[in-house]
Protein backbone atom coordinates (compact mmCIF):
# COMPACT_ATOMS: atom_id res chain seq x y z
CA UNK A 1 0.00 0.00 0.00
CA UNK A 2 1.22 3.55 -0.80
CA UNK A 3 1.19 5.75 2.32
CA UNK A 4 0.67 9.65 1.78
CA UNK A 5 2.94 9.97 4.43
CA UNK A 6 5.54 7.49 6.28
CA UNK A 7 8.26 7.60 8.24
CA UNK A 8 11.24 5.02 9.34
CA UNK A 9 13.45 5.68 12.24
CA UNK A 10 13.42 9.63 11.32
CA UNK A 11 15.74 11.38 13.49
CA UNK A 12 16.79 15.30 13.91
CA UNK A 13 19.19 16.82 16.47
CA UNK A 14 19.75 19.86 17.32
CA UNK A 15 23.25 19.88 19.39
CA UNK A 16 22.86 17.63 22.11
CA UNK A 17 18.91 17.37 21.94
CA UNK A 18 17.40 14.77 19.98
CA UNK A 19 14.06 16.46 18.91
CA UNK A 20 12.72 13.76 17.14
CA UNK A 21 13.94 10.10 17.92
CA UNK A 22 13.24 7.37 15.95
CA UNK A 23 10.36 8.09 14.97
CA UNK A 24 8.34 5.42 12.47
CA UNK A 25 4.83 6.34 11.12
CA UNK A 26 2.14 5.24 8.34
CA UNK A 27 -0.79 7.22 7.45
CA UNK A 28 -2.98 6.29 5.03
CA UNK A 29 -4.88 8.70 2.21
CA UNK A 30 -7.72 9.96 3.35
CA UNK A 31 -6.83 9.36 7.00
CA UNK A 32 -6.55 11.96 9.81
CA UNK A 33 -4.06 11.37 12.10
CA UNK A 34 -3.46 13.29 15.13
CA UNK A 35 -0.04 13.92 16.88
CA UNK A 36 -0.66 14.55 20.42
CA UNK A 37 2.38 15.70 22.68
CA UNK A 38 3.14 18.97 25.10
CA UNK A 39 4.68 21.52 24.33
CA UNK A 40 8.55 20.64 22.69
CA UNK A 41 7.24 17.48 22.28
CA UNK A 42 8.90 17.31 18.67
CA UNK A 43 5.90 17.88 16.57
CA UNK A 44 6.74 20.82 14.51
CA UNK A 45 10.30 19.82 13.75
CA UNK A 46 8.63 16.62 12.57
CA UNK A 47 6.50 18.43 10.58
CA UNK A 48 9.19 20.60 9.41
CA UNK A 49 11.16 17.02 8.77
CA UNK A 50 8.04 15.96 6.31
CA UNK A 51 8.05 18.94 4.45
CA UNK A 52 11.93 18.65 3.57
CA UNK A 53 12.12 21.69 5.57
CA UNK A 54 15.08 20.64 7.60
CA UNK A 55 17.02 17.34 7.01
CA UNK A 56 17.10 14.37 9.23
CA UNK A 57 19.71 13.48 11.54
CA UNK A 58 19.02 9.45 10.62
CA UNK A 59 16.36 7.71 9.08
CA UNK A 60 13.75 8.07 5.74
CA UNK A 61 10.43 9.49 5.18
CA UNK A 62 7.93 9.79 2.28
CA UNK A 63 5.24 12.11 1.61
CA UNK A 64 3.10 10.79 -1.19
CA UNK A 65 6.16 9.13 -2.45
CA UNK A 66 8.74 12.02 -2.67
CA UNK A 67 11.52 11.75 -0.28
CA UNK A 68 11.46 15.24 1.57
CA UNK A 69 15.14 15.58 2.20
CA UNK A 70 15.93 15.18 -1.54
CA UNK A 71 12.21 16.11 -3.53
CA UNK A 72 11.27 18.93 -1.08
CA UNK A 73 9.98 21.23 -3.30
CA UNK A 74 8.05 17.99 -4.59
CA UNK A 75 6.56 17.04 -1.17
CA UNK A 76 5.88 21.17 -0.86
CA UNK A 77 4.13 21.64 -4.16
CA UNK A 78 1.25 18.61 -2.53
CA UNK A 79 1.46 19.87 1.26
CA UNK A 80 -0.01 22.65 2.83
CA UNK A 81 1.14 23.80 6.17
CA UNK A 82 -0.78 25.82 8.70
CA UNK A 83 1.74 27.30 11.64
CA UNK A 84 1.25 27.27 14.87
CA UNK A 85 0.91 31.11 14.63
CA UNK A 86 -0.76 32.15 11.11
CA UNK A 87 1.97 34.52 9.96
CA UNK A 88 0.25 36.93 7.59
CA UNK A 89 1.38 39.90 5.89
CA UNK A 90 -0.52 41.94 8.09
CA UNK A 91 0.48 45.05 6.14
CA UNK A 92 -1.10 43.43 3.01
CA UNK A 93 -5.07 42.47 2.27
CA UNK A 94 -6.51 39.13 2.25
CA UNK A 95 -6.51 39.05 -0.97
CA UNK A 96 -2.86 40.42 -1.55
CA UNK A 97 -1.69 37.49 0.78
CA UNK A 98 -3.60 34.50 -0.70
CA UNK A 99 -2.80 35.53 -4.30
CA UNK A 100 0.87 35.77 -3.18
CA UNK A 101 1.08 32.34 -2.03
CA UNK A 102 -0.65 31.10 -5.12
CA UNK A 103 1.76 32.64 -7.23
CA UNK A 104 4.50 30.78 -5.20
CA UNK A 105 3.00 27.87 -5.06
CA UNK A 106 2.44 27.62 -9.18
CA UNK A 107 -1.09 28.10 -9.65
CA UNK A 108 -1.67 29.55 -12.93
CA UNK A 109 -1.97 32.89 -13.41
CA UNK A 110 -5.04 32.65 -15.08
CA UNK A 111 -6.61 30.68 -12.47
CA UNK A 112 -5.51 32.38 -9.46
CA UNK A 113 -8.09 35.08 -8.93
CA UNK A 114 -11.23 32.61 -9.50
CA UNK A 115 -9.18 30.60 -6.67
CA UNK A 116 -8.73 33.33 -4.26
CA UNK A 117 -12.13 34.91 -4.67
CA UNK A 118 -13.76 31.04 -3.97
CA UNK A 119 -11.43 30.49 -0.79
CA UNK A 120 -12.18 34.22 0.42
CA UNK A 121 -15.82 32.84 0.01
CA UNK A 122 -15.89 29.89 1.97
CA UNK A 123 -13.60 31.10 4.76
CA UNK A 124 -16.80 33.46 5.22
CA UNK A 125 -13.68 36.22 4.66
CA UNK A 126 -15.09 37.31 1.34
CA UNK A 127 -16.36 40.76 2.52
CA UNK A 128 -13.06 41.42 4.14
CA UNK A 129 -10.95 40.56 1.26
CA UNK A 130 -9.91 44.04 0.14
CA UNK A 131 -9.02 45.31 3.66
CA UNK A 132 -5.47 44.88 5.40
CA UNK A 133 -5.06 41.13 7.51
CA UNK A 134 -3.77 43.25 10.50
CA UNK A 135 -7.03 44.47 11.48
CA UNK A 136 -8.71 40.94 11.36
CA UNK A 137 -9.80 39.00 14.50
CA UNK A 138 -7.56 36.04 15.69
CA UNK A 139 -10.48 33.73 14.49
CA UNK A 140 -10.57 35.45 11.22
CA UNK A 141 -6.63 35.14 10.86
CA UNK A 142 -6.50 31.35 11.83
CA UNK A 143 -9.67 31.39 8.62
CA UNK A 144 -7.29 33.31 6.18
CA UNK A 145 -4.04 31.01 7.46
CA UNK A 146 -6.41 28.15 6.23
CA UNK A 147 -7.14 29.22 3.23
CA UNK A 148 -3.21 30.31 2.30
CA UNK A 149 -2.80 26.34 3.18
CA UNK A 150 -5.93 25.58 0.73
CA UNK A 151 -4.44 28.01 -2.33
CA UNK A 152 -2.73 25.21 -4.53
CA UNK A 153 -5.46 22.37 -3.53
CA UNK A 154 -2.93 20.00 -1.89
CA UNK A 155 -3.18 16.48 -0.83
CA UNK A 156 -1.82 16.57 2.64
CA UNK A 157 -2.60 18.90 4.79
CA UNK A 158 -0.37 19.64 7.99
CA UNK A 159 -2.07 21.74 10.84
CA UNK A 160 0.36 22.84 13.87
CA UNK A 161 -2.09 23.78 16.63
CA UNK A 162 -4.88 25.14 14.80
CA UNK A 163 -6.82 26.08 17.79
CA UNK A 164 -4.08 27.46 20.02
CA UNK A 165 -5.18 30.69 21.16
CA UNK A 166 -8.38 31.25 19.72
CA UNK A 167 -11.60 31.89 21.64
CA UNK A 168 -14.34 28.95 21.78
CA UNK A 169 -16.21 29.99 19.23
CA UNK A 170 -13.30 30.43 16.59
CA UNK A 171 -11.72 27.57 17.57
CA UNK A 172 -14.92 25.60 17.06
CA UNK A 173 -15.21 27.01 13.48
CA UNK A 174 -11.71 26.51 12.69
CA UNK A 175 -12.27 22.58 13.91
CA UNK A 176 -15.19 22.15 11.84
CA UNK A 177 -13.83 23.53 8.66
CA UNK A 178 -11.06 21.31 9.40
CA UNK A 179 -13.46 18.33 9.72
CA UNK A 180 -15.00 19.35 6.32
CA UNK A 181 -11.52 19.22 4.47
CA UNK A 182 -10.99 15.74 5.93
CA UNK A 183 -14.85 14.18 5.54
CA UNK A 184 -16.13 16.05 2.37
CA UNK A 185 -12.86 16.92 0.64
CA UNK A 186 -10.71 13.35 1.11
CA UNK A 187 -7.55 14.87 2.08
CA UNK A 188 -5.06 13.55 4.24
CA UNK A 189 -4.95 16.01 7.30
CA UNK A 190 -1.74 15.60 9.90
CA UNK A 191 -2.69 17.40 13.23
CA UNK A 192 -0.61 18.13 15.51
CA UNK A 193 -2.33 19.11 18.89
CA UNK A 194 -1.97 19.41 22.69
CA UNK A 195 -5.73 20.27 22.60
CA UNK A 196 -7.13 16.39 23.29
CA UNK A 197 -11.42 17.15 22.65
CA UNK A 198 -9.92 18.22 19.38
CA UNK A 199 -8.52 15.23 18.21
CA UNK A 200 -10.96 12.79 19.86
CA UNK A 201 -13.47 14.74 17.46
CA UNK A 202 -11.04 14.62 14.47
CA UNK A 203 -8.61 12.59 14.45
CA UNK A 204 -9.47 8.56 12.73
CA UNK A 205 -5.57 7.45 14.37
CA UNK A 206 -3.46 9.25 17.17
CA UNK A 207 0.09 8.64 17.84
CA UNK A 208 1.50 10.38 21.26
CA UNK A 209 5.03 11.94 21.27
CA UNK A 210 7.15 12.84 24.03
CA UNK A 211 10.74 14.04 24.17
CA UNK A 212 10.69 13.49 20.60
CA UNK A 213 10.22 9.88 20.89
CA UNK A 214 6.37 8.03 19.96
CA UNK A 215 5.04 6.46 22.68
CA UNK A 216 2.25 4.60 21.22
CA UNK A 217 0.27 5.46 17.97
CA UNK A 218 -3.39 3.63 17.15
CA UNK A 219 -7.11 4.31 17.56
CA UNK A 220 -8.29 5.14 20.55
CA UNK A 221 -9.56 1.76 21.61
CA UNK A 222 -6.26 0.35 20.19
CA UNK A 223 -4.50 2.45 22.69
CA UNK A 224 -6.83 1.98 25.83
CA UNK A 225 -6.36 -2.19 24.52
CA UNK A 226 -3.51 -1.63 25.40
CA UNK A 227 -3.01 0.30 28.40
CA UNK A 228 -5.76 -1.10 30.59
CA UNK A 229 -6.68 -5.26 31.35
CA UNK A 230 -9.86 -6.00 30.18
CA UNK A 231 -13.09 -3.62 30.01
CA UNK A 232 -14.86 -2.08 32.41
CA UNK A 233 -18.93 -2.27 31.95
CA UNK A 234 -21.38 -0.22 34.25
CA UNK A 235 -25.13 -2.01 34.69
CA UNK A 236 -27.81 -0.57 36.41
CA UNK A 237 -30.97 -2.73 37.69
CA UNK A 238 -34.32 -2.27 38.52
CA UNK A 239 -34.54 -4.20 41.90
CA UNK A 240 -31.84 -5.41 44.15
CA UNK A 241 -31.36 -9.11 43.38
CA UNK A 242 -30.52 -10.06 46.50
CA UNK A 243 -27.05 -11.25 48.37
CA UNK A 244 -26.43 -14.62 45.78
CA UNK A 245 -26.36 -12.04 43.01
CA UNK A 246 -22.68 -10.55 42.79
CA UNK A 247 -20.73 -13.85 43.77
CA UNK A 248 -23.02 -15.46 40.99
CA UNK A 249 -21.88 -12.76 38.52
CA UNK A 250 -18.10 -13.72 39.31
CA UNK A 251 -18.77 -17.24 38.01
CA UNK A 252 -19.50 -16.17 34.13
CA UNK A 253 -17.21 -16.81 31.68
CA UNK A 254 -15.12 -13.78 30.67
CA UNK A 255 -15.74 -11.69 34.01
CA UNK A 256 -12.33 -11.13 36.10
CA UNK A 257 -14.04 -8.72 38.65
CA UNK A 258 -17.08 -7.06 39.58
CA UNK A 259 -17.09 -4.34 42.16
CA UNK A 260 -19.87 -2.21 43.76
CA UNK A 261 -23.37 -3.84 44.92
CA UNK A 262 -27.13 -3.13 44.78
CA UNK A 263 -28.61 -1.70 42.05
CA UNK A 264 -25.43 0.22 40.22
CA UNK A 265 -21.96 -1.72 39.78
CA UNK A 266 -19.60 -2.67 37.61
CA UNK A 267 -18.22 -5.90 36.02
CA UNK A 268 -15.00 -6.21 34.33
CA UNK A 269 -14.72 -8.25 31.68
CA UNK A 270 -11.69 -9.38 29.00
CA UNK A 271 -12.89 -8.41 25.87
CA UNK A 272 -16.09 -6.51 24.39
CA UNK A 273 -17.15 -9.95 22.98
CA UNK A 274 -17.58 -11.14 26.84
CA UNK A 275 -20.64 -8.35 27.07
CA UNK A 276 -23.19 -10.02 25.72
CA UNK A 277 -22.37 -13.49 27.79
CA UNK A 278 -22.80 -11.08 30.76
CA UNK A 279 -25.72 -9.77 29.58
CA UNK A 280 -27.10 -13.09 29.46
CA UNK A 281 -25.83 -14.11 32.85
CA UNK A 282 -27.27 -11.06 34.80
CA UNK A 283 -30.83 -11.77 32.76
CA UNK A 284 -30.24 -16.14 34.02
CA UNK A 285 -29.94 -15.06 37.71
CA UNK A 286 -32.91 -12.91 38.10
CA UNK A 287 -31.62 -9.33 37.51
CA UNK A 288 -33.94 -7.00 35.83
CA UNK A 289 -31.41 -4.31 33.58
CA UNK A 290 -32.18 -0.55 33.07
CA UNK A 291 -28.48 0.09 31.93
CA UNK A 292 -26.02 -1.86 30.41
CA UNK A 293 -23.07 0.50 29.32
CA UNK A 294 -19.02 -0.41 28.29
CA UNK A 295 -16.61 2.16 30.11
CA UNK A 296 -14.99 3.62 26.94
CA UNK A 297 -11.61 5.20 27.97
CA UNK A 298 -11.25 9.21 26.66
CA UNK A 299 -8.43 10.57 24.12
CA UNK A 300 -7.65 12.41 27.99
CA UNK A 301 -7.23 9.39 29.97
CA UNK A 302 -5.09 7.45 27.10
CA UNK A 303 -2.93 10.56 26.96
CA UNK A 304 -2.26 10.30 30.42
CA UNK A 305 -1.91 7.30 30.97
CA UNK A 306 1.03 7.61 28.27
CA UNK A 307 2.41 10.21 29.41
CA UNK A 308 2.86 9.07 32.97
CA UNK A 309 4.08 5.72 31.61
CA UNK A 310 6.46 7.45 30.11
CA UNK A 311 7.81 9.49 32.96
CA UNK A 312 7.48 6.18 35.71
CA UNK B 1 14.45 29.88 -12.12
CA UNK B 2 10.76 30.71 -12.10
CA UNK B 3 10.83 34.81 -13.02
CA UNK B 4 6.84 34.93 -11.69
CA UNK B 5 7.89 33.98 -8.38
CA UNK B 6 10.48 36.06 -8.53
CA UNK B 7 8.58 39.28 -9.50
CA UNK B 8 5.62 37.92 -6.95
CA UNK B 9 8.75 38.05 -4.00
CA UNK B 10 10.07 42.01 -5.20
CA UNK B 11 6.50 43.21 -5.59
CA UNK B 12 5.15 41.61 -2.15
CA UNK B 13 7.92 43.25 -0.35
CA UNK B 14 8.08 46.27 -1.80
CA UNK B 15 4.11 46.67 -1.05
CA UNK B 16 5.09 45.81 2.37
CA UNK B 17 7.78 48.54 2.53
CA UNK B 18 5.13 51.28 1.16
CA UNK B 19 2.62 50.52 3.98
CA UNK B 20 5.64 50.34 6.44
CA UNK B 21 6.06 54.28 6.95
CA UNK B 22 8.96 54.14 9.54
CA UNK B 23 10.84 52.26 7.09
CA UNK B 24 10.23 53.97 3.92
CA UNK B 25 10.05 57.88 5.73
CA UNK B 26 13.72 58.41 6.41
CA UNK B 27 14.35 56.99 2.77
CA UNK B 28 12.99 59.47 1.19
CA UNK B 29 13.71 62.35 3.85
CA UNK B 30 17.54 61.60 3.23
CA UNK B 31 18.01 62.58 -0.50
CA UNK B 32 15.67 65.00 -0.28
CA UNK B 33 17.93 66.86 2.16
CA UNK B 34 20.94 65.77 -0.54
CA UNK B 35 18.75 66.67 -3.45
CA UNK B 36 16.71 69.62 -2.87
CA UNK B 37 17.94 71.60 -0.07
CA UNK B 38 21.66 71.87 0.24
CA UNK B 39 21.85 72.66 -3.43
CA UNK B 40 19.41 75.15 -2.90
CA UNK B 41 20.96 76.92 -0.18
CA UNK B 42 24.36 77.41 -2.12
CA UNK B 43 22.75 78.74 -5.03
CA UNK B 44 20.29 80.67 -3.82
CA UNK B 45 21.66 81.68 0.03
CA UNK B 46 23.92 84.13 -1.04
CA UNK B 47 20.94 86.27 -2.46
CA UNK B 48 18.27 85.16 -0.76
CA UNK B 49 19.90 85.68 2.86
CA UNK B 50 22.26 88.65 2.03
CA UNK B 51 25.52 87.28 2.99
CA UNK B 52 28.89 86.78 1.11
CA UNK B 53 29.10 84.12 -1.47
CA UNK B 54 33.13 84.00 -0.41
CA UNK B 55 31.25 82.62 3.04
CA UNK B 56 30.80 78.94 1.39
CA UNK B 57 34.54 78.82 0.71
CA UNK B 58 36.03 80.48 3.32
CA UNK B 59 36.24 77.20 5.44
CA UNK B 60 39.54 76.44 6.52
CA UNK B 61 39.02 72.72 4.82
CA UNK B 62 37.57 74.09 2.44
CA UNK B 63 40.60 76.14 1.54
CA UNK B 64 42.80 73.10 2.20
CA UNK B 65 40.33 70.94 -0.66
CA UNK B 66 41.38 74.15 -3.25
CA UNK B 67 44.84 74.39 -2.42
CA UNK B 68 45.38 70.40 -2.85
CA UNK B 69 42.98 69.94 -5.91
CA UNK B 70 45.26 68.52 -8.84
CA UNK B 71 45.23 70.88 -11.64
CA UNK B 72 43.15 69.34 -14.36
CA UNK B 73 40.35 70.03 -11.30
CA UNK B 74 41.52 73.27 -10.81
CA UNK B 75 41.21 74.35 -14.43
CA UNK B 76 37.31 73.55 -13.69
CA UNK B 77 37.42 76.78 -11.36
CA UNK B 78 39.46 79.32 -13.75
CA UNK B 79 37.18 82.32 -14.66
CA UNK B 80 34.85 81.44 -11.88
CA UNK B 81 33.80 84.28 -9.45
CA UNK B 82 33.73 83.01 -5.86
CA UNK B 83 29.53 82.00 -5.80
CA UNK B 84 30.33 80.45 -8.56
CA UNK B 85 33.49 78.89 -7.25
CA UNK B 86 31.32 77.37 -4.39
CA UNK B 87 28.74 75.98 -6.20
CA UNK B 88 30.95 73.78 -8.08
CA UNK B 89 33.66 73.11 -5.39
CA UNK B 90 30.92 72.15 -3.00
CA UNK B 91 27.94 70.46 -5.73
CA UNK B 92 29.91 69.62 -8.06
CA UNK B 93 32.90 67.65 -6.17
CA UNK B 94 32.58 67.42 -2.86
CA UNK B 95 28.86 66.25 -2.86
CA UNK B 96 29.12 63.36 -5.14
CA UNK B 97 30.44 61.29 -2.16
CA UNK B 98 27.33 62.30 -0.14
CA UNK B 99 25.28 61.32 -2.56
CA UNK B 100 26.62 57.55 -2.63
CA UNK B 101 24.48 57.38 1.20
CA UNK B 102 21.29 56.73 -0.24
CA UNK B 103 22.00 53.32 -2.33
CA UNK B 104 23.58 52.15 0.96
CA UNK B 105 21.12 53.74 3.27
CA UNK B 106 17.90 52.25 1.00
CA UNK B 107 19.32 48.59 0.19
CA UNK B 108 20.16 47.76 3.98
CA UNK B 109 17.02 49.65 5.18
CA UNK B 110 14.88 47.55 2.65
CA UNK B 111 16.91 44.28 2.83
CA UNK B 112 16.89 43.96 6.77
CA UNK B 113 13.16 44.60 6.65
CA UNK B 114 12.93 42.43 4.34
CA UNK B 115 15.20 39.67 5.64
CA UNK B 116 14.96 40.07 9.39
CA UNK B 117 11.39 41.63 8.70
CA UNK B 118 10.22 38.26 8.43
CA UNK B 119 11.63 36.98 10.76
CA UNK B 120 10.41 39.15 13.52
CA UNK B 121 6.67 38.79 12.44
CA UNK B 122 7.49 34.73 11.73
CA UNK B 123 6.02 35.19 7.95
CA UNK B 124 9.21 33.52 7.03
CA UNK B 125 7.56 30.30 8.38
CA UNK B 126 4.78 29.57 5.62
CA UNK B 127 7.11 31.18 2.70
CA UNK B 128 10.08 28.53 3.35
CA UNK B 129 6.89 25.57 3.37
CA UNK B 130 6.18 26.87 -0.12
CA UNK B 131 7.90 25.18 -2.87
CA UNK B 132 10.05 28.44 -4.14
CA UNK B 133 13.66 27.44 -3.83
CA UNK B 134 16.35 29.05 -1.73
CA UNK B 135 17.91 31.00 -5.50
CA UNK B 136 14.21 31.81 -5.92
CA UNK B 137 13.58 33.31 -2.78
CA UNK B 138 17.26 35.17 -2.37
CA UNK B 139 16.72 36.55 -5.47
CA UNK B 140 13.48 37.79 -5.02
CA UNK B 141 14.74 39.82 -1.94
CA UNK B 142 17.74 40.90 -3.09
CA UNK B 143 15.89 42.41 -6.21
CA UNK B 144 13.54 44.33 -4.04
CA UNK B 145 16.35 45.75 -1.85
CA UNK B 146 18.18 46.70 -5.10
CA UNK B 147 15.64 48.51 -7.56
CA UNK B 148 14.59 50.89 -5.16
CA UNK B 149 17.87 51.59 -3.87
CA UNK B 150 19.36 52.10 -7.86
CA UNK B 151 15.61 53.76 -8.65
CA UNK B 152 15.84 56.27 -5.92
CA UNK B 153 19.54 56.93 -6.12
CA UNK B 154 19.36 57.92 -10.16
CA UNK B 155 16.30 59.46 -9.48
CA UNK B 156 17.62 61.72 -6.84
CA UNK B 157 20.74 62.09 -9.30
CA UNK B 158 18.59 63.22 -12.32
CA UNK B 159 16.40 65.76 -9.43
CA UNK B 160 19.62 67.20 -8.62
CA UNK B 161 21.03 67.48 -12.40
CA UNK B 162 18.02 69.61 -12.81
CA UNK B 163 18.10 71.92 -9.75
CA UNK B 164 21.71 72.58 -10.68
CA UNK B 165 21.30 73.21 -13.78
CA UNK B 166 18.14 74.89 -13.97
CA UNK B 167 18.04 76.83 -10.72
CA UNK B 168 21.73 77.54 -10.92
CA UNK B 169 21.58 78.78 -14.42
CA UNK B 170 21.14 82.12 -13.43
CA UNK B 171 24.43 82.35 -11.53
CA UNK B 172 26.41 80.15 -13.59
CA UNK B 173 25.62 81.31 -16.74
CA UNK B 174 25.30 77.96 -18.49
CA UNK B 175 24.18 74.39 -17.93
CA UNK B 176 27.35 72.74 -16.30
CA UNK B 177 26.51 69.68 -14.37
CA UNK B 178 27.33 66.76 -14.23
CA UNK B 179 31.33 66.46 -14.94
CA UNK B 180 32.39 63.37 -15.90
CA UNK B 181 33.14 61.79 -12.89
CA UNK B 182 29.24 61.25 -11.94
CA UNK B 183 29.02 58.69 -14.54
CA UNK B 184 31.50 55.99 -12.92
CA UNK B 185 29.69 57.33 -9.54
CA UNK B 186 26.27 56.43 -10.67
CA UNK B 187 26.77 53.31 -12.71
CA UNK B 188 29.64 51.51 -11.41
CA UNK B 189 29.99 52.67 -7.61
CA UNK B 190 26.59 52.96 -6.26
CA UNK B 191 25.69 50.07 -7.68
CA UNK B 192 28.47 48.33 -5.85
CA UNK B 193 27.54 50.33 -2.67
CA UNK B 194 23.83 49.01 -3.15
CA UNK B 195 24.64 45.62 -3.27
CA UNK B 196 26.78 46.13 -0.03
CA UNK B 197 23.84 47.20 1.52
CA UNK B 198 21.78 44.42 0.66
CA UNK B 199 24.46 41.20 1.16
CA UNK B 200 25.19 43.03 4.84
CA UNK B 201 21.58 42.94 5.70
CA UNK B 202 21.40 38.94 4.43
CA UNK B 203 24.47 38.59 6.51
CA UNK B 204 23.28 40.80 9.43
CA UNK B 205 20.06 39.12 9.50
CA UNK B 206 21.73 35.61 10.16
CA UNK B 207 22.36 36.75 13.54
CA UNK B 208 19.83 38.64 14.72
CA UNK B 209 16.22 38.39 14.96
CA UNK B 210 14.74 42.01 15.36
CA UNK B 211 14.97 44.76 12.38
CA UNK B 212 15.85 47.50 14.98
CA UNK B 213 18.95 45.43 15.62
CA UNK B 214 19.83 44.59 13.23
CA UNK B 215 19.22 48.26 11.41
CA UNK B 216 21.28 49.71 14.06
CA UNK B 217 24.33 47.31 12.64
CA UNK B 218 23.48 47.70 9.23
CA UNK B 219 23.48 51.68 9.59
CA UNK B 220 27.42 51.43 10.37
CA UNK B 221 27.88 51.14 6.26
CA UNK B 222 27.04 54.28 5.88
CA UNK B 223 30.73 55.08 7.78
CA UNK B 224 32.72 54.58 4.94
CA UNK B 225 30.96 56.88 2.69
CA UNK B 226 30.82 59.70 5.06
CA UNK B 227 34.71 59.31 5.38
CA UNK B 228 35.14 59.29 1.78
CA UNK B 229 33.10 62.61 1.92
CA UNK B 230 35.75 63.70 4.87
CA UNK B 231 38.27 62.56 2.96
CA UNK B 232 37.69 64.27 -0.05
CA UNK B 233 36.05 67.60 1.62
CA UNK B 234 40.19 67.51 4.08
CA UNK B 235 41.79 67.35 0.82
CA UNK B 236 43.33 64.10 1.13
CA UNK B 237 41.41 62.24 -1.96
CA UNK B 238 39.79 63.67 -4.95
CA UNK B 239 37.80 61.80 -6.91
CA UNK B 240 38.07 61.75 -10.20
CA UNK B 241 37.23 59.25 -13.34
CA UNK B 242 39.98 56.65 -12.30
CA UNK B 243 39.38 56.77 -8.80
CA UNK B 244 35.47 56.34 -9.12
CA UNK B 245 36.89 53.16 -11.30
CA UNK B 246 39.00 51.89 -8.65
CA UNK B 247 36.95 52.49 -5.82
CA UNK B 248 34.29 50.63 -7.31
CA UNK B 249 36.34 47.53 -8.37
CA UNK B 250 37.15 47.23 -4.88
CA UNK B 251 34.15 47.38 -3.89
CA UNK B 252 32.44 44.46 -6.27
CA UNK B 253 35.20 42.06 -5.11
CA UNK B 254 34.28 43.20 -1.76
CA UNK B 255 30.37 42.26 -2.60
CA UNK B 256 31.57 38.70 -4.17
CA UNK B 257 33.25 37.83 -1.15
CA UNK B 258 30.52 38.73 0.97
CA UNK B 259 27.53 37.45 -1.78
CA UNK B 260 29.46 33.91 -1.06
CA UNK B 261 28.99 34.55 2.74
CA UNK B 262 25.60 35.60 2.66
CA UNK B 263 24.62 32.45 -0.31
CA UNK B 264 25.98 30.02 2.44
CA UNK B 265 23.97 31.77 5.13
CA UNK B 266 20.49 31.58 3.24
CA UNK B 267 19.45 27.97 3.59
CA UNK B 268 16.40 26.58 4.30
CA UNK B 269 17.19 24.60 7.18
CA UNK B 270 19.46 27.63 8.60
CA UNK B 271 16.62 30.04 8.44
CA UNK B 272 13.83 27.84 10.11
CA UNK B 273 16.47 27.01 12.67
CA UNK B 274 16.37 30.37 13.76
CA UNK B 275 12.33 30.57 13.77
Redesign the interface.
Known sequence: MTYAIQANNLARQ?GSVRAVNDVSLAVEPGEVFGLLGPNGAGKTTLV?LL?G???PSSGTARVLGFDPAAQ???V??N?G?L?E?P??????TAR?NLT??G????VP?AELPRRVAELLERFGLAERADD?AGGFSKGMKQRL?LA?TLIHQPKVLFFDEPTAGLDPEAALQVTTLIEDLSRQDGRTVFLCTHNLEEAQRLCDRVAVINQGRLLAVGTAQQLARGLWHGLWVDVTLYADPGAAFIPHLRTIPGVLDVTGDGLTFAVQVQAQADVPQLVAGIVTAGGLIVRVSPREHSLQEIYFRLQQEARS | M?W??IR??VR?DL??VR??GMAWKPMVILPLIFVVVLPLIVILGPKLFNFPADALTSDPDLQGFLNNMPPAMKAQLDGLDSHQMAIVMLLGFMFAPMLLIIPVMVASVVGTESFVGEKE???I?????????ERELFVGKMLAALLPALGLTWLSFLAYTFILNVVGAPVMGRFWFPSLVWLPMMLWVAPAIAFMGMTAAVLVSARTNTFMEAYQTTGMLVLPVILLVIGQATGVIYLNVTGALVIGLVLWLVDAELLWFALRIFS??RL??RV
Open positions: FRNVIEGGDRRTVTTALYERLAFFTLYGERAR | NRIAIKLEQNRRTEPLLYTPATRAMA
